[in-house]
Nanobody, 117 residues
Framework: QVQLVESGGDLVQAGGSLRLSCAASGSIGSVIAMGWYRQAPGKQRELVAQITIFGGGSPYYADSVKGRFTISRDTAKNTVDLQMNTLKPEDTAVYYC?????????WGQGTQVTVSS
């Protein structure tokens, strides 16, 4: 059974930083991408950042977070982190870790990030 466990969500003032971490465990299979989504109240879930494991391309970032967020992964540990700097109130959302494999897609339970103005 695959499990994604997120941590790092918190309440922070605008301009501050947070680091989200996600650890994957279980028989996850062949991972092709790892990333972070977020969902704000009343809005659709959106992709924030993603790393593809093969192909050697650059990570994807949503326009709203480019230059402020950095995604990183540790293949050996099956972890993916999201460093968030210069946070803005509009970054407030539940952040979800996402792992795509050849056969399936997995989600974490979500971690709340709240940025106060």
């Amino acid at each position: 059974q695959v499990q994604l466990v997120e941590s790092g969500g918190d309440l922070v003032q605008a301009g501050g930083s947070l680091r989200l971490s996600c650890a994957a465990s279980g028989s996850i299979g062949s991972v092709i991408a790892m990333g972070w989504y977020r969902q704000a109240p009343g809005k659709q879930r959106e992709l924030v950042a993603q790393i593809t494991i093969f192909g050697g391309g650059s990570p994807y970032y949503a326009d709203s977070v480019k230059g402020r967020f950095t995604i990183s992964r540790d293949t050996a540990k099956n972890t993916v982190d999201l460093q968030m700097n210069t946070l803005k109130p509009e970054d407030t959302a539940v952040y979800y870790c996402n792992v795509r494999t050849v056969a399936s897609m997995y989600w974490g339970q979500g971690t709340q990030v709240t940025v106060s103005s």
